[in-house]
């Protein structure tokens, strides 16, 4: 994991502040107004992952589990409560420096894919890296890759309304792979899919992690998704009430 250089002391106490996992929340809660009400979306909750690791988050609606997420990806700041990425404290990061981490390593996946419909299978991917400012040799190098790593080399330059519900999928897991990320969060990547090609996602989802060594977080409702990972975590009401490895169904189930 690149962390930079840094020069100044007072930088490296903040980074000694967030050693150990990849991602770390400690005592975080969210809250929101609506109208005269309160919502609490996330109550004092604690996680920690290592990097390389393959978890699943799960909990019924409300729960929490799009905000950890948000969260967790620098898309929203907690009202309380201290977020390490990467072994920085993100939580009050300025706005520039918080999307520089969604750009180049942060790699976001969603049930709706999300494509720009204007642009080709190859000119999705491509675009994070043109962002980036990636220069156009490595960016042609790198996309052609990518799509051979997701199987969809010959189907470059076909738009997204001329592929399939899973091929857009993986078209959408490539452009999160663009900027090489370290950390892949997937927010009900196979809510779309029937189960057959679900599982081709999730298996392209494990390889990445297996080889790759990307930590990948998905959330999910279904438990076959989640005994597809190594580890499980369970919130209700906006904290953890769950955390081991996934119990498996024999039939399935």
């Keep these: 994991m690149k962390e930079g250089k840094v020069a100044k002391s007072k930088g490296k106490a903040k980074a000694k502040a967030c050693d150990g996992a990849l991602v770390d929340l400690s005592k975080v809660s969210k809250f929101y107004k609506m109208g005269d009400t309160t919502v609490t ?3 004092k ?3 920690m992952i290592k990097g390389g690791e393959l978890l699943s988050v799960m909990g019924p609606s409300g729960s929490g ?6 969260i967790i990806g620098c898309i929203d700041n907690p009202t309380d409560g201290k977020v390490c990425i990467g072994g ?3 939580s009050r990061l300025k706005d520039a420096e918080l999307t520089k981490i969604r750009l180049t390593e942060i790699g976001f996946i969603f049930q709706q894919f999300y494509l720009i419909p204007t642009l080709t299978a190859y000119e999705n991917i491509e675009l994070p890296m043109r962002e980036a400012r990636v220069p156009n040799d490595e960016r042609r190098r790198r996309t052609m890759e990518l799509l051979a790593l997701v199987g969809l080399k010959e189907r470059d330059r076909h738009y997204p309304n001329q592929l399939s519900g899973g091929e857009q999928q993986r078209v959408a897991i490539a452009r999160a792979l663009a900027n090489n990320p370290i950390l892949i969060l997937a927010d009900e990547p196979t809510g779309e899919l029937d189960t057959k090609t679900a599982m081709k996602i999730i298996d392209l989802l494990k390889e990445l992690n297996a080889k790759n060594g990307i930590t990948v977080i998905i959330v999910t409702h279904d438990p076959r998704i989640a ?8 919130l209700q009401d906006g904290t953890v009430v769950g955390d081991a490895p996934p119990v498996a169904h024999k039939d399935g189930n």
């Design 45 to 47: 909750l604690d996680l």
């Design 41 to 43: 979306a996330l109550d």
């Design 88 to 90: 920085r404290d993100v």
């Design 227 to 234: 005994n597809e990972t190594n580890r499980v975590v369970t």
């Design 65 to 70: 589990k799009s905000t950890l997420l948000n």
